[in-house]
T-cell receptor, first 111, second 112 residues
Framework: SQQGEEDPQALSIQEGENATMNCSYK?????LQWYRQNSGRGLVHLIL?????REKHSGRLRVTLDTSKKSSSLLITASRAADTASYFC???????????FGGGTRLMVKP | DTAVSQTPKYLVTQMGNDKSIKCEQN?????MYWYKQDSKKFLKIMFS???????INETVPNRFSPKSPDKAHLNLHINSLELGDSAVYFC???????????FGNGTRLTVT
């Protein structure tokens, strides 16, 4: 079974709106990472949050981590059509050797 | 220069054949990985290879074998291909310690 599970599986919003995606996981982690995948391409790293951090920002991205609830969220503010992609969370439970991915959230931003 | 490159991009073959997918990286990273992405977009780790240490996901059939001729390459060899092997296979790399994965653009394998 997947370590991380994203919610929702699919999200459709208008340009300019905010998009929030959630990730839940099962075991203790060292860090959690978010990746983006455009259609037909490989995954691209967006942001990494360590287990002792609660929030992190990068441009229009905001990631939160709640280790007590074993959950994380990715917020994309002021979305653009170019943000249309699948977004995956990945957990690192073993000192950086293996990342385990969730099933992803497919985000569509309509112009 | 592409940091992590995979060849071929598309591979169509018949059941029972043996095929290889190549991966090359120019990042100087210590660890290389193979992931399988199914039709529902789930990504599953298959192998991790670091300094000649191979870590295998126990759910991967032994028809799959990674081969590393040098630090910059980790190829994936698949014997006796089955219909269920159809998927997109991604190579990824990571430097030692904490840090992100760097992915190739994937190889779409179709077994007919």
């Amino acid at each position: 079974s997947q370590q991380g599970e994203e919610d929702p599986q699919a999200l459709s919003i208008q340009e300019g709106e905010n998009a929030t995606m959630n990730c839940s996981y099962k075991t203790s982690i060292n860090n959690l990472q978010w990746y983006r995948q455009n259609s037909g391409r490989g995954l691209v790293h967006l942001i990494l949050i360590r287990s002792n951090e609660r929030e992190k920002h990068s441009g229009r991205l905001r990631v939160t981590l709640d280790t007590s609830k074993k959950s994380s969220s990715l917020l994309i503010t002021a979305s653009r059509a170019a943000d249309t992609a699948s977004y995956f969370c990945a957990t690192d439970s073993n000192a950086g050797n293996m990342l385990t991915f969730g099933g992803g959230t497919r985000l569509m931003v309509k112009p | 220069d592409t940091a992590v490159s995979q060849t071929p991009k598309y591979l169509v073959t018949q059941m029972g054949n043996d095929k290889s997918i190549k991966c090359e990286q120019n990042l100087g990273h210590d660890t290389m990985y193979w992931y399988k992405q199914d039709s529902k977009k789930f990504l599953k780790i298959m192998f991790s290879y670091n300094n000649k240490e191979l870590i295998i996901n126990e759910t991967v059939p032994n028809r799959f074998s990674p081969k590393s001729p040098d630090k910059a390459h980790l190829n994936l060899h698949i014997n006796s291909l089955e219909l269920g092997d159809s998927a997109v296979y991604f190579c990824a790399t990571k430097e030692q310690g904490l840090g992100p994965l760097h992915f190739g653009n994937g190889t779409r394998l179709t077994v007919t």
